[in-house]
């Protein structure tokens, strides 16, 4: 019998992620002309592995708007976004009419690519739904909506929010749809369906911009994230680390105060480094070590003028995490998961 350990979801996603970061260079090892099917097998391979890891936390129960805000980042192409900017940048105004009429150029785009030829035949009524008078405008001149376009357009219409200028892409049913045909997905055909996911929220950002009643419209369908004060993260850490038993232990009283604390937290968790607590938070594995981390890094940076053991037990006074104390006391010192290590170490140096 081999005496070899598996490998773990979270590894696997490490060598995956770390394989396709730019700043590592792995791709310059590689000949030119096999970079983009060896990027794209990584991608798929990431993204494979990552859903694998949600649906298996959550005992087999797919939540598919989680499972699509899950892999969006993955698989959204870049160019995209900086494309869309440059379009914008080269513009000598911007109004509304050419924000719609960009959006319906790349409806058009994605749609040929043909992303919806999985999904049933639409009926008649669904054609006769399509907005033609919506779309006509926005057309070049002569051009025209082909029946294999209308059917695609139908398609696609059964996974849209549709409210007066607002035009988004419905998560939940989309990436019910994405999961479901999975296997009959190209590379190509996933980056299409993220390109329009992205565009259409570029252009109802800038919508907004112009008129910021839509917003509005965007709150009725999409939960916007609480204020960082009060979301579960911020508030669970700022609970740990001011109960009285940690307070005694700072460095300096007068200055490392409660509040001194609870405004280090929401600055660290506002902080592009300190997006990935954020992140953590939602896997439940990861979830019990985060005030751990946070707190192994405030005792690097001086604040915590005592031991992570000695530490450890003033936070476990008031919280069991199912852990032991030397365990978390470990987690306290794990470097490579405090990727936010430097920046708190300038902020309490400032």
Partial sequence: MSNETPLSFKQIIDVLSASINPENRVMDLVPDYMQELLYSSLVTSLSIVTASEMVINSGGQIDYQQMYDLLRPLLTDKKVIESYNSWKNDLYGMTPEMLKRKRVQVIFEVLRQGIMRHDTTPCNMEIDNIPKEKIKPWLSC??????????????????????GDIVMINRTKFGKYAMSHAKDFSHKDTKAMFKLDAILDLVNADLVAQNPRLQAIINKYRLQPEPLNTFAPAKNIKRILTQSEVLALVSNRQKYTAEWIEQFVDDLLASEKGKSIIVDWGNSKKRNKLPALVAGSLVKAGVFGCSYPVLARAIRMQH??????????????????????????????C
Avoid at 146 to 153: C, G, I, L
Avoid at 336 to 348: F, G, H, I, K, T
């Fill in 142 to 163: 002569g051009e025209d909506i082909d029946d294999n376009t209308k059917k695609d357009m139908a398609r696609l219409m059964r996974y849209l929010i549709i409210d």
């Fill in 320 to 349: 069991d995490f199912k852990v032991k104390t030397e365990c978390y006391a470990t987690y306290m010192g794990k470097q490579r998961e405090q990727p936010y290590l430097d920046w708190v170490l300038a902020y309490v140096k």
